[in-house]
């Protein structure tokens, strides 16, 4: 018997699934994981091909998605930037005719959300979304796996978010915290607070879970009663020219011992969706220091390799997740209801 539960389906936005449903696939994510930690085959794409199209780069979602599909008995195929003219030299409703009738699955990481949007529409098989510019559903499903393994569980759970409120990572762990019941606070300068629309569906959301959402200015009072604290780049990909300005916004907001020293609960956790500037030993980082005097950015050393760090737990995660919804959608498997 074919389960219609998530056959078929697209993983655009979390929003598109049910607290049960993303609940069930974290919990099928944290079942395949313990299967690949003991070497059991599960092959549940045998014979399927999986394009991965790639318009930004990537270290985890790429050898994420990579793995995924070999464990899975699939066959990735990636596609860089320079392998793909989405809305340059061709469209995306033909790009999505041709690439849909060619493979049983569609990753894309890319720019904007329309354009995911359009290949779920007219590519005819699984579109999932490996970042756009407004999401990035995939890395939720491996944030919120790694809190339920740690505290095992995500209802009441008080997440604390210190960084910018407008970006792809905030909007979606609002969002999905408050679709799950995780109480979710954003700690966030006056001038970067979240899109009013983004705000106005998560409280939507938080209404039926039972989830508080709110926004702050004082990073204090966001940490103070945090469970897990999560901190993201302070600009990313294409935004390198606000630097000067995010600096001088964001260093209040820095995940640091000082910070760190007011959260109650000693086992607190710190999270971050990867790669993180956190010293000055990258060619980057060193050329963010010569230019605005800063040895590191949204979180310092003493927090990201301490024992409350568990960013590279969540890195893993991101595979083992991603074959969950590959496997759920695509997959021939049996589930009766959720």
């Given at each position: 018997m074919r389960s219609s539960v998530f056959q078929g389906r697209h993983l655009l936005s979390t929003r598109d699934y049910s607290k049960a449903?993303?609940?069930?696939?974290?919990?099928?994510?944290?079942?395949?994981?313990?299967?690949?930690?003991?070497?059991?085959?599960?092959?549940?794409?045998?014979?399927?091909?999986?394009?991965?199209?790639f318009e930004k780069s990537s270290t985890r979602t790429r050898s994420a998605f990579t793995t995924a599909c070999i464990d899975l008995g699939a066959h990735?195929?990636?596609?860089?930037?320079?392998?793909?003219?989405?809305g340059r030299k061709e469209t995306v409703l033909d790009t999505a005719k041709v690439l849909g009738s060619m493979f049983d699955g569609i990753e894309f990481r890319g720019f904007k959300q329309e354009h995911v949007e359009q290949l779920a529409e007219y590519s005819g098989v699984p579109v999932w979304n490996g970042l756009t510019d407004r999401e990035h559903p995939t890395q939720m499903l491996a944030d919120f796996m790694t809190i339920k393994e740690y505290f095992g569980k995500l209802e009441g759970i008080?997440?604390?978010?210190?960084?910018?409120?407008?970006?792809n990572v905030q909007n979606s762990l609002m969002i999905t915290s408050a679709?799950?019941?995780?109480?979710?606070?954003?700690?966030?300068?006056?001038?970067?607070?979240?899109?009013?629309?983004i705000l106005a569906v998560a409280r939507k959301f938080a209404a039926e879970s039972g989830a508080t959402i709110r926004v702050?200015?004082?990073p204090v009072d966001a940490v103070e009663n945090a469970d897990a604290v999560y901190a993201n780049v302070w600009a990313a990909m294409g935004e390198e020219s606000k630097f000067a300005e995010r600096v001088r916004l964001m260093k209040p907001y820095q995940v640091n011992a000082e910070l760190v020293s007011h959260i109650k609960n000693p086992d607190w956790i710190f999270l971050h969706c990867l790669p993180a500037f956190h010293n000055a030993e990258t060619e980057y980082a060193a050329k963010i220091k010569e230019e605005h005097g800063i040895d590191a950015m949204e979180v310092t050393d003493d927090v990201f390799y301490?024992?409350?760090?568990?960013?590279?737990?969540?890195?893993?995660?991101?595979?083992?997740?991603?074959?969950?919804?590959?496997?759920?959608?695509l997959g021939d498997l049996y589930i009766p209801y959720v």
């Open positions: 449903e993303l609940t069930w696939l974290i919990g099928f994510a944290e079942h395949l994981k313990d299967m690949k930690k003991h070497n059991i085959p599960h092959h549940y794409l045998e014979g399927k091909n999986i394009a991965l199209l990735p195929e990636y596609l860089g930037k320079n392998d793909i003219q989405l008080n997440l604390a978010y210190c960084g910018q409120g407008r970006n679709i799950l019941g995780v109480n979710y606070v954003n700690a966030t300068p006056k001038e970067l607070e979240p899109d009013p629309e702050t200015n004082d301490s024992d409350h760090g568990h960013q590279f737990e969540e890195a893993e995660n991101r595979m083992h997740t991603i074959k969950a919804i590959m496997a759920a959608t």
